[in-house]
């Protein structure tokens, strides 16, 4: 295989365990390898620091798949899998999670969700891409799926170098909907045309903490998908439930989960609209608080309208809450560091004229996991607030 040769004193981070290798840190390659190709790495002194997946097209040069062997045998992909499956079973009384997290699980580019009997990937790199056959015959040897989605989309398979590719790879298509079960919580989801996959899996431990929290409160739901929030909250206790959503399928797949759960229609309102015009007009004051927003940053260069985004929202909903009101609010987006996240909510508060205390900084579940080293992979952040 080819070898990439790293400039002096540039070795530091991947020795550390970072996943990625920027353009900028490589001196030179010996040899050649497309877009993909598994490459050997090593230091500006010749010694091998390990191996990774190939592209020039993009900043991120080399991906990283180990950091303790010079080459991937034959039966690297089903170990890595096989791995990851048994991280999972520290998530109980699930049927829809995410299998394999990419960086997290030394997979990069590679996500694999579960829901149901069902399992969808994203193959997002070149690298992931060219091992797509390995992947689903691992996974139909390890789940025996009813079937495997394919939903290769987004803005890192396009700097790749890559067209979306869309489709079944194994077995029977999923249905328009299926029920998948969170802690007792019912889910319809559409794995074809859904965000992501079809269900923001990472949000499960602050679904569950909202199901804690809501008891006797009034709720207010922003961004609210197809109400895994919602019904959480419902769950838990509240006494009305505000979601507010832009998606018209997103509402009628909530309202079909609100009725799976057997809720009381009376306590849930869905309303379909822009949340920046809702928290404009009059809000009933509420005294628990969602705010979970889209990337407002999916690059770099987005940043700055990004932070102008959460501060405006957050600034509004912390100015409608009621004194004493609870408030979770997120990020997930890569761009957008927690340091920067905290900040403008903090001046949001500070233009909305109240005070707020932070109780708590959340985070993904256990089946979303970071690489210690890869400060980029903590992509979704959140604050649980007291008014």
Known sequence: MATVILKQGRDRAVRGGHPWIFSGA???MDGEAAPGEVVEVRTAGGVSVGCGMWNAATSIAV???CHDAP???EGFVARRIEAALDLRTLV?????????HGEGDGFPGLVVDRYGAYVVCQFLTAGADLMKAQVVEALVRLLAPAGILERSEGNVRKAEGLAPSTGMLHG???????????HGRRYLVDLHRGQKTGLFLDQRPNRDLVGELAKGRRVLNLFAYTGGFAIAAAQGGALIVNSVESSA???VLANGSWGRNGLDAARGVFTRGDVFEYLRGTVEAPDLVIIDPPPFARRRVDQRRALAGYKEVNLRALAACASGALVLTFSCSQHTSADDFEAVVAA???DAGCRASILRRLGPGLDHPQAIAHTEGRYLKGLLLKV
Not at 172 to 182: F, G, N, T
């Open 71 to 73: 080459a991937i045998d």
């Open 92 to 100: 109980h009384d699930c049927d829809a999670m995410r299998l394999v």
């Open 172 to 182: 029977a298509p999923p249905p328009s909907e299926v029920e998948v079960i969170e």
């Open 63 to 65: 991906r990283m798949l």
């Open 26 to 28: 490589i001196a030179r």
């Open 249 to 251: 399928p997103a509402l």
């Open 348 to 350: 949001a508060a500070g």
